[in-house]
Structures are given as C-alpha cells and as structure tokens.
C-alpha cells in the first residue's frame, strides 16, 4: 500500500502546487493505486479525482472521505495527503476484512485546498459543490489558472479513468493532521473536529513612485515599502488590541523592482484573519480599511482586495458522537477540539453531512518541512476512519 514517504520529496518542503510538474506527478500516482485497488476512477474538470468501490445494494448511496492533494510552498508532507492516502488504506482495510459495501464508498483527492498558488482557495471541492470559479485568475507568473488547469487535467485522462463530476455525497469525512498543538501538548490521540475557523484573505497594493536610492532626498520620497511596513505594523497593534482570539498573518509580500539601489514603487502583501466569530472578522475587515483609508497620500495610495472568504463552519453533530463511541471502543484518548486550520469539509458541510478527525502534529508544526506525526498516530486515524466508514456502509 502507499504511504507518504511514497509521494514526498524527500525531507524538502514539498511544493505540489495545484497543476504543478510535482502535482501532476502525485495526483496520477494516486489514481495508478487506485486503479490497482480495484477502484473505479473519475476525474472531473478540475483534476480532482473520485475513486469509488460500488455499493452493492445501494450504490447511490455514497459514503465519502479523502482530502487535498496540493500543499503550500515549502510545504509539509502531511497537510491532505494524509487525509488522501489514509483514506484509501481504510477502504483497502475493509475490502480485505468486510468485501464489498452495501453503499458506495468513495475516495475524493481533491485538486486544489490551499489558496497557494491562485488567489482563490478551495478550488476543488467548491467545483464539487457546484461554485463558480473565476477561470481567469492568474499565478504570480502571469498563469491563467483555466490554462494550468486543462494542461494538467489532460495528463490524468488515464486508460480505465472516466471524465465527469460525480453526484454529492450522502456524508463526508476528512482525516487530518491537526496542524496544531493542543492533541501533542496533551498527549491526545484523536481530535474530533466540532467547527472550522472562519477566514478571510486579502491583498494590499501601495503604490509609491520607484526613485534612485542615492540622489532621492529622504523628504521627497514616496517609498512603497516604507507605507507597507506601516500598514502592517498598525494592523498588527490592532489586531493584538483586539485580544479576541483573530489571528493575523501576513505571508506573502512582493516588491518591485525589488533592487538594493531603488526606491520601492510597488508592493504588495497578504492579509490572512481568522476567527471562530464572525463578526470579529467582520470588525477587522472594517478595520483594514480604516486604517488604509487613513494612510493614504498624494504621492502614496494603497488599495484592499479580498479575494478569499470562507464562513465559520459547524460540523455534524452525529457523525462526531458517533466517532466519539468508536474512538473510546477504540481505547484512544481524545477530545473534541475547532480547527484553526481551513479544510475541505468546511466546503463539503454546505452540502452534505460533514465530519474531521484530527490526529497529533509534533510541536503542532504545519506548513513547513518539519511537519511530521508519528507513525503509529497515523495507524490510529486510520483505524478510526476505517470503523466509522465500516459503520456507514456495510
Ligand atoms: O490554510 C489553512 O488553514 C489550510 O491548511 N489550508
Ligand atoms: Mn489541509
Ligand atoms: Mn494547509
Ligand atoms: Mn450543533
């Protein structure tokens, strides 16, 4: 059976950005598994792949799992895969041990969760759940996302592999590295997921006017940088005042021309907010205009674009007692815990009846190269997975 170290790159950060060489690479790998396994597979036009076992009393009847199969840059090896590749060992699990279900169990590797490469997140399931995608959305090379996209749908069309977006699922369920702290600080096997945070993404562009670093007296600059820097640093302070749990990143920056001798004359950076409360994300959203509307100059001008959003999102109730009932028969220590971290059931529970379970992250490190969990924590999802699709659909 596959396992991570299969489809990462070694102890580098892996860089499966969504339609990528590397991307391209690993979805194919995962569909040749599934293929292997007896699966049938379907790739819609997005490139997120559906491999399902038919049922055989009510195969429309479909009992979903799976996750994302992009990363961050300089990502980690667990973030979706896990969630991926953990998903196809539970059904290869219940094959082996149970045969074929009664109801369609179906393994979703779905194209695109991060937001990392595109200024959109979620790609893949909201293409499943039937939202509009702007096709025209650019990379910061200049990339169309609909070009990247038919490029690297068009290496999956594998022999066996049909093309077509499946009907919703009847319940979906995410195993995933918790990307946190609290499972690992509290010697937690399992974390069963009640909510997912609320987020919102922004871009800022301060437009200033590039000049020559040495002969530009310092009162007569209009320094891009400069204005950036000042910005961040106010909506830090405000942030923090705020003291209501938001959490604010800035995580990308750009700066042009991005040479030792010029004056900054453009520059843009990220804005990512979350919450559990809406209205606090709605207070700061206020907030990051305000304080943009106040620093805005003759020379120095600054705009807010948000091009993410994504609503607090409560998970099903019943899926989560009854995972609490397998996790204690299963003897794991758990506890029932939000995410900080977005995912795709946050998507997914708009349409169908959506559950998580989390499993520990050494030093609750996540997108970075050091992500990693122990193998045998990993087992453990796995087997808890296994139990709650075997409940479902046998
Ligand atoms: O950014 C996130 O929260 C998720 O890992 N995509
Ligand atoms: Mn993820
Ligand atoms: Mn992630
Ligand atoms: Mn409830």
Redo the contacts with the bound molecule.
């Keep these: 059976m596959a396992t991570i170290n299969d489809l990462s790159e070694g102890e580098i950060g892996q860089n499966r950005l969504v339609y990528s060489p590397t991307w391209i690479e690993a979805q194919k790998q995962v569909i040749q598994w599934a293929l292997k396994l007896g699966l049938t597979v379907t790739v819609d036009d997005f490139g997120t792949a559906y491999m399902d076992v038919p049922g055989t009393d009510h195969p429309d009847q479909v009992i979903a799992t799976g996750s994302h199969i992009d990363t961050v840059a300089q990502g980690g090896r667990f ?1 979706g895969l896990y969630g991926v590749l953990g998903g196809m060992q539970a059904i290869e699990n219940l094959l082996v041990t149970e045969g074929h279900p009664k109801e369609t169990l179906r393994l979703i590797s779905f194209s695109e ?2 937001g990392s490469r595109f200024p959109d ?1 979620f790609t893949g399931s909201k293409h499943y759940t039937g939202a509009k995608i702007n096709l025209a959305m650019t990379d910061p090379d200049g990339i169309h996302f609909d070009d990247a996209r038919q490029t690297a749908v068009a290496q999956l069309n594998l022999p066996g592999v049909k093309h077509d977006l499946p009907d919703l699922p009847d319940t979906f369920t995410e195993l995933h590295i918790e ?1 946190g702290p609290r499972l690992i600080d509290h010697q937690l096997q399992i974390g069963l997921v009640t909510a997912i945070v609320g ?1 919102r993404r922004f871009t800022i562009t301060v437009k200033g006017i590039a000049n020559h670093a040495g002969t530009t007296p310092m009162d007569e600059r209009a320094d891009a940088l400069e204005m950036a820097v000042t910005l961040i640093s106010q909506l830090r302070d405000q942030a923090h005042q705020l003291d209501s749990g938001l959490t604010f990143t800035v995580g990308e920056m750009h700066i042009s021309p991005n040479t030792s001798n010029v004056i900054p004359g453009l520059v843009t950076f990220t804005i990512d907010t979350r919450s559990n409360d809406e209205q606090i994300l709605d207070n700061f959203e206020q907030i990051i205009h305000q304080v943009v509307a106040q620093h805005q100059e003759p020379k120095i001008t600054s705009t807010v674009n948000r091009w993410a959003k994504s609503d607090v999102t409560h998970l099903d109730d019943q899926l989560l007692a009854a995972n609490q009932k397998t996790a204690d028969k299963l003897g794991f220590s758990s506890t029932q815990l939000a995410s900080g ?3 795709d059931s946050q998507i997914m529970a708009k349409v169908t009846r959506t559950t998580m379970i989390f499993v520990p992250s050494i030093d609750g490190i ?2 970075a190269p050091e992500e990693n969990t122990g193998q045998v924590d990993l087992l453990h999802g796995v087997e808890l997975l296994t139990e709650s699709l075997h409940q479902q659909a046998y």
């Design positions: 973030d969760e991060e997140t990307q987020q971290a977005g995912h996540s997108h």
